[in-house]
T-cell receptor
Framework: KNEVEQSPQNLTAQEGEFITINCSYS?????LHWLQQHPGGGIVSLFM???GKKKHGRLIATINIQEKHSSLHITASHPRDSAVYIC????????????FGTGTQLKVEL | DTEVTQTPKHLVMGMTNKKSLKCEQH?????MYWYKQKAKKPPELMFV???????INESVPSRFSPECPNSSLLNLHLHALQPEDSALYLC????????????????FGEGSWLTVV
């Protein structure tokens, strides 16, 4: 079993829909990243969280440390949001390493 | 400038060739990383440099040789690669070690697509 699990693996939504991607992890962490990867390859860090909630534009990320769970929400989704969204954790005492989830492929259609 | 610049974007090399991938950042970051990513898989950590010293080598074969000539540059030298080494190679940087959470966002480059023939 992976230390970091994401759901769903694939998601197709209609433009304007509210989207939620979930991340559960089984290890102690010091922080969690939400990353976005477009087909061209480059990865963009959307959020780094160690507690609570963060918001940037139409994106909201939350984390519940006790339940070992984080969610990424996209409001008013748009086709340009189509990408792979990856949850990555920094394990407590794990040194300079990110442990990645398997990613969620999101496609937003017109 | 919040960019991590990787060159080349695409590289095709034969199994007997010697080539290098380059990565550059001018954000003053002191931790730099090489990741390998195969299709539809998450990135796998290869190497970490912290303050220009190699701090993590994830048991990577010696045909991959990293080099950090200064705090802004990171190279990955390639020699005698195998076709299974074909992948996207991602460079990343952070202000300090990623385990320290005070504003330590990690920045990735666009990657170098490597094909070994």
């Amino acid at each position: 079993k992976n230390e970091v699990e994401q759901s769903p693996q694939n998601l197709t939504a209609q433009e304007g829909e509210f989207i939620t991607i979930n991340c559960s992890y089984s290890v102690g962490i010091s922080a969690l990243h939400w990353l976005q990867q477009h087909p061209g390859g480059g990865i963009v860090s959307l959020f780094m969280l160690s507690s609570g909630k963060k918001k940037h534009g139409r994106l909201i990320a939350t984390i519940n440390i006790q339940e070992k769970h984080s969610s990424l929400h996209i409001t008013a989704s748009h086709p340009r949001d189509s990408a792979v969204y990856i949850c990555a954790v920094i394990t407590a005492g794990g040194g300079n390493k990110l442990t990645f989830g398997t990613g969620t492929q999101l496609k937003v259609e017109l | 400038d919040t960019e991590v610049t990787q060159t080349p974007k695409h590289l095709v090399m034969g199994m007997t060739n010697k080539k290098s991938l380059k990565c550059e950042q001018h954000m003053g970051h002191r931790a730099m990383y090489w990741y390998k990513q195969k299709a539809k898989k998450p990135p796998e950590l290869m190497f970490v440099y912290s303050y220009e010293k190699l701090s993590i080598n994830e048991s990577v074969p010696s045909r991959f040789s990293p080099e950090c000539p200064n705090s802004s540059l990171l190279n990955l030298h390639l020699h005698a690669l195998q076709p299974e080494d074909s992948a996207l190679y991602l460079c990343a940087s952070s202000q300090g070690p990623v385990e320290r959470t005070s504003g330590n966002t990690i920045y990735f480059g666009e990657g170098s697509w490597l094909t070994v023939v």
